[in-house]
């Protein structure tokens, strides 16, 4: 089956700076992939996804990469502001969207 | 408010017991998925249905079952619960496969 892997698993960073995780899948049958946020005592919630079709997508401060051939796609986030911290979980899905793999989390804090 | 509600909230019991978990979709959602999420296992994805009917099986063992009633609510049947299934249960649904996936607030189950 599919496996997502996902670095690193804690990211500290000033307000106003960038942060990057990136996640690596091993199928290659794998073509949509969500991330989602997670805020203490809630459940994830979907702030972005790509599918196979494109590089790279954008929504305002947040960036998807993806690279097929090497199987990673990567998060940015420009800008950081105290309320992105959060976990953060990549996904992997294939062409169905039958079944979803998650990557470990990030545990991202963004200090003021 | 993803608009996808889960009860209960908590629950507690002791290992050998059954309980059910429930799950109601966001109004129009045909699609329900349940997820484990657990400190060392991270998100794991159990089982999907779309439109009363099972779609996908995911990481979900065999003492563990659910099912979508025709009024789109999904209930997850957990039996002799060991300690190693106390854990976060979410519940997600979707307009469809392939749609945004809209996560409830979780069942925190606590097996004693």
């Known amino acids: 089956g599919e496996n997502v892997e996902q670095h690193p698993s804690t990211l500290s960073v000033q307000e106003g700076d960038s942060a990057v995780i990136k996640c690596t899948y091993s199928?290659?049958?794998?073509?949509?992939f969500p991330w989602y946020k997670q805020e203490l005592g809630k459940g994830p919630q979907l702030i972005i996804d790509?599918?196979?079709?494109?590089g790279e997508k954008k929504d305002q401060r947040i960036a998807v990469t993806l690279n097929k051939t090497a199987k990673h796609f990567s998060l940015h986030i420009t800008e950081t502001q105290p309320e992105d911290s959060a976990v953060y979980f990549c996904?992997?899905?294939?062409?169905?969207?039958?079944?979803?793999?998650f990557g470990s989390g990030t545990k991202l804090n963004v200090k003021p | 408010d993803s608009g996808v509600t889960q009860t209960p909230k908590h629950l507690i019991t002791a290992t050998g017991q059954r309980v059910t978990l429930r799950c109601s979709p966001r109004s129009g959602d045909l699609s329900v998925y349940w997820y484990q999420q657990s400190l060392d296992q991270g998100l794991q994805f159990l089982i999907q249905y779309y439109n009363g009917e099972e779609r996908a099986k995911g990481n979900i063992l065999e003492r563990f079952s659910a099912q979508q009633f025709p009024d789109l609510h999904s209930e997850l049947n957990l039996s002799s619960l060991e300690l190693g299934d106390s854990a976060l249960y979410f519940c997600?649904?979707?307009?469809?496969?392939?749609?945004?996936?809209?996560f409830g607030p979780g069942t925190r189950l606590t097996v004693l």
């Open positions: 996904a992997a899905s294939p062409t169905n969207f039958n079944k979803f793999y």
């Open positions: 790509i599918r196979s079709n494109v």
């Open positions: 199928d290659s049958a794998s073509n949509y």
């Open positions: 997600a649904s979707s307009p469809g496969p392939g749609d945004e996936q809209f």
